[in-house]
């Protein structure tokens, strides 16, 4: 089955730093979602890419869809605090199967 | 609005009880899920529906029940609680029976623990 694998696990960054969360599938995707959960709250959407190479902006994060619709990234520049929680991407399958990657934790340093 | 509500945020139940975990939504979304969250693995999903009358299973249904009689409800059963489902359960709705091209709205989790 479809499979989403995300890395790193956890992301300890110094604050004003950047950084880069990776989201793979073992298979194409039609489309991918990220959300955002801060600690103790819930998911909350951030954005989803539909097409292939695709790359949109919110502010200082940067999300990208690969080429292949197979892999995914969020880059955040000049971290805040404001950043801590939880990143998850979801990928979903050309028969609207949807499956979340593991998530990657982030952790600001002031 | 609001958006999805669940109940309860907290409980605790003993090996082999039975629970009912409720979820709403009032955006008359057609999509509605439900998730388990565990350290490390993300969120797994249990089971879902496309619409009223129509449910199916997720990545990890054994052990859950659902049925979806309105729109706005989405009931979760345990039928027999088991410590490996102490965990955080989260319910979610999107606006279309299909997930692709639609933001799942989730709500506040609830923490179920057994022991």
């Known amino acids: 089955g479809q499979q989403v694998m995300q890395i790193p696990q956890y992301q300890h960054v110094q604050e004003g730093e950047d950084f880069t969360t990776y989201c793979n599938s073992s298979t194409t995707l039609s489309n991918i979602q990220w959300y955002k959960q801060r600690p103790g709250g819930h998911p909350v959407f951030l954005i989803q890419l539909v097409k292939s190479g695709e790359v949109k902006k919110q502010k200082r994060l940067t999300f990208q869809f690969g080429e292949a619709k197979k892999n995914s990234s969020l880059h955040i520049t000049a971290t805040q605090t404001t950043d801590v929680g939880t990143y998850f991407c979801?990928?979903?399958?050309?028969?609207?199967?949807?499956?979340f990657g593991a998530g990657t934790t982030v952790t600001v340093r002031a | 609005n609001a958006g999805v509500t669940q109940t309860p945020k907290f409980q605790v139940l003993k090996t082999g009880q039975s629970m009912t975990l409720q979820c709403a939504q009032d955006m008359n979304h057609e999509y509605m899920s439900w998730y388990r969250q565990d350290p490390g693995m993300g969120l797994r999903l249990i089971h879902y529906s496309v619409g009223a009358g129509i449910t199916d299973q997720g990545e990890v249904p054994n052990g859950y029940n659902v049925s979806r009689s309105t729109t706005e409800d989405f009931p979760l059963r345990l039928l027999s609680a088991a410590p490996s489902q102490t965990s955080v359960y989260f319910c979610?709705?999107?606006?279309?029976?299909?997930?692709?091209?639609?933001?799942?709205?989730f709500g506040p989790g609830t923490r179920l623990t057994v022991l």
């Open positions: 979801a990928g979903i399958s050309n028969d609207y199967k949807l499956s």
């Open positions: 979610a709705s999107s606006l279309s029976g299909r997930v692709s091209y639609n933001e799942q709205f």
